[in-house]
């Protein structure tokens, strides 16, 4: 079976710092992996992915996340984060040759100014 | 707006009631999933269709839930004599050919 852990609730980091949101998985195989954000009252975004090749993936509004395959970790991150990014941000997975898609319950991101 | 619609964006039925939901993908997406997510939950899985064909379907699903898409286009999930554990924001996202999912609004389903 498939898992996702998102190991913070919550994420605070001062507006212009970087920001980190982790995530680590569990799949049989090589995993697809995907970011999503979701702001107050509006629905899941698609933020980024990890296919195949290069370990650094850049997504939407200057997020980044690099998959680590001997850590099974895809963390999210950008080098300076915004006040308009605080949001609630999922990571999924989905093994390769299979459709299903699993979400982690989500790390609620808190940019303070 | 993700081209990606639902309807009734939210709905309250009785106990006992059946209720159906409609998610219009984009049209070129022959791909489309429908989730379950509860608050301070991630979506969780129901089923995936390709085209017409419902290929994968969760097995927390009970018999109580069948999802149809007709014609590859549309797709209908209904939900016969609901449960007040039904309450959810129900999803639905259609899958492009870049591995990218767009995701509906949803449906706020409330079982008194």
């Known amino acids: 079976a498939q898992s996702v852990a998102q190991p913070e609730d919550q994420v605070n980091v001062a507006e212009g710092n970087p920001l980190t949101v982790k995530c680590t998985y569990s799949?049989?195989?090589?995993?697809?992996l995907f970011w999503y954000v979701q702001y107050p009252n509006r629905g899941l975004q698609f933020l980024l992915k990890?296919?195949?090749?290069?370990?650094l993936v850049k997504g939407s509004y200057g997020f980044e996340a690099e998959f680590n395959k001997s850590q099974t970790s895809f963390h999210l991150k950008k080098p300076s984060a915004l006040v308009s990014d605080s949001a609630l941000y999922f990571c999924?997975?989905?093994?390769?040759?299979?459709?299903?898609?699993?979400f982690g319950i989500g790390t609620k991101l808190q940019v303070i100014p | 707006d993700t081209g990606v619609s639902q309807d009734p964006r939210h709905k309250i039925t009785k106990r006992g009631q059946n209720v159906t939901f409609r998610c219009d993908p984009i049209?070129?997406?022959?791909?489309l999933y429908w989730y379950r997510q509860t608050l301070g939950q991630g979506p969780e899985f129901l089923t995936y269709?390709?085209?017409?064909?419902?290929?994968?379907k969760s097995r927390l699903l009970s018999d109580r839930f069948s999802a149809e898409r007709p014609k590859g286009s549309f797709s209908t999930l209904e939900i016969q004599r609901t449960e007040q554990g039904d309450s959810a924001m129900y999803l639905c996202?259609?899958?492009?050919?870049?591995?990218?999912?767009?995701f509906g609004p949803g449906t706020r389903l409330t079982v008194l």
């Open positions: 999924a997975v989905r093994a390769r040759g299979y459709q299903k898609v699993t």
């Open positions: 799949v049989s195989g090589n995993p697809y």
């Open positions: 990890y296919i195949t090749g290069d370990n």
């Open positions: 049209s070129e997406h022959n791909r």
């Open positions: 269709f390709q085209n017409e064909a419902q290929l994968e």
């Open positions: 996202a259609s899958f492009s050919v870049y591995n990218e999912q767009f």
